[in-house]
């Protein structure tokens, strides 16, 4: 999610275009293109409001990359000098140092045009962001730090099944992931008819493909349930409401319901949920789209925690693998925040 410096009025006042990664180096085993896997040498920067952060977040934890590439919260509410860490000591992070993700980027290219965006890696000797690129980080950690994942990880990018996740994950990104913000931010009525009726399609289809089968790609987790869970877990906490994709609530789609109450209740997926940071930043950033900054009440979220009955359809969550274990003490979710 990016934070430009535009200003937060702005969302919902001119056209909607996602920028792409304007840094998109990766990490990798064989380090090629400069940043090889260690052990403590990256700092993964992520909000708990973000969608596009949070699939890293899931994705760290059900790896068991948790000893290896440490984690920085940031506040959920944003200024105009981006994402910041206000909810450490002294309002810097504990390990950059910083008191804004900005500098990370400054410390990287000074002068660079482009908006302040979670996830970010940042390389923690030289204090510079290494990759902002979310489309490619999860991948990564999937597939090239492989060496440092915990005994018993799953392989959510199996490379048989590549093909078909990815052809998966592309609807899903052009029209829900992407969609709800095309819809939110839409400047005009047919603009945001097309997003949220091409949102609503893709909702049914996805709905009947799960109708008869417990994940999106075969029969384990992969990366494409992970991507899809990130914007189902908000939906009708904000993208109902404040985004005007309100044809259907979440929990009025039983097949859906039931597939995104599965996944929250499996470790590695709702125990990385803060229900609290969503709201506070969509209801009170956008002040473009909700001027007032009035925070709802609702949604009750005790459903998240009713039975979901789709162990029946069989499949294997974590495959040969197993669970993750608990999460650090450090990083757990307050209670207050989840149901």
């Given at each position: 999610m990016t934070q430009s410096t535009d200003g937060n009025s702005e969302y919902g006042r001119k056209p909607f275009k996602r920028s792409r990664s304007h840094f998109a180096d990766r990490i990798t085993a064989d380090g090629r293109d400069g940043w090889p896997v260690e052990v403590g040498r990256y700092r993964l920067v992520a909000s708990r409001a973000c969608p596009w952060a949070s699939r890293a977040l899931i994705s760290r934890r059900l790896l068991g990359l948790e000893d290896a590439l440490s984690l920085a919260v940031t506040d959920p509410i944003q200024d105009d000098r981006s994402w910041r860490f206000t909810l450490d000591p002294g309002d810097r992070d504990p390990v950059l140092g910083i008191r804004f993700l900005s500098e990370a980027y400054d410390a990287r290219e000074q002068g660079y045009p482009g908006g302040v965006s979670v996830p970010a890696v940042v390389d923690v000797p030289s204090g510079k962001l290494v990759t902002n690129d979310y489309q490619q980080l999860t991948l990564d950690l999937a597939t090239e730090w492989t060496a440092l994942q915990r005994p018993g990880a799953p392989?959510?990018?199996?490379?048989?099944?590549?093909?078909?996740?990815?052809?998966?994950?592309?609807?899903?990104?052009?029209?829900?992931?992407?969609?709800?913000?095309?819809?939110?931010?839409?400047?005009?009525?047919?603009?945001?008819?097309?997003?949220?009726?091409?949102?609503?399609?893709?909702?049914?289809?996805?709905?009947?493909?799960?109708?008869?089968?417990?994940?999106?790609?075969?029969?384990?987790?992969?990366?494409?349930?992970?991507?899809?869970?990130?914007?189902?877990?908000?939906?009708?906490?904000?993208?109902?409401?404040?985004?005007?994709?309100?044809?259907?609530?979440?929990?009025?789609?039983?097949?859906?319901?039931?597939?995104?109450?599965?996944?929250?209740?499996?470790?590695?997926?709702?125990?990385?949920?803060?229900?609290?940071?969503?709201?506070?930043?969509?209801?009170?950033?956008?002040?473009?789209?909700?001027?007032?900054?009035?925070?709802?009440?609702?949604?009750?979220?005790?459903?998240?925690?009713?039975?979901?009955?789709?162990?029946?359809?069989?499949?294997?969550?974590?495959?040969?693998?197993?669970?993750?274990?608990?999460?650090?003490?450090?990083?757990?979710?307050?209670a207050p925040h989840h149901p």
């Open positions: 392989d959510l990018y199996p490379e048989a099944l590549r093909e078909e996740i990815d052809d998966v994950m592309t609807g899903v990104y052009r029209d829900v992931n992407n969609g709800v913000y095309r819809a939110g931010f839409a400047t005009g009525q047919s603009e945001y008819e097309e997003a949220c009726r091409a949102l609503f399609h893709r909702l049914e289809l996805l709905s009947d493909r799960l109708a008869h089968r417990r994940y999106l790609v075969g029969d384990t987790l992969t990366e494409a349930d992970i991507r899809l869970f990130t914007t189902l877990v908000r939906f009708d906490a904000v993208y109902h409401g404040h985004f005007k994709c309100n044809l259907f609530k979440l929990a009025e789609d039983p097949v859906l319901w039931a597939y995104a109450k599965d996944l929250y209740q499996t470790p590695g997926f709702g125990d990385t949920v803060d229900f609290r940071h969503i709201k506070e930043h969509y209801y009170r950033v956008h002040t473009g789209v909700n001027p007032a900054g009035i925070v709802p009440i609702g949604p009750e979220l005790g459903g998240w925690l009713t039975p979901h009955y789709r162990e029946e359809l069989g499949g294997r969550p974590f495959g040969d693998g197993t669970p993750p274990g608990p999460v650090p003490a450090a990083e757990e979710v307050p």
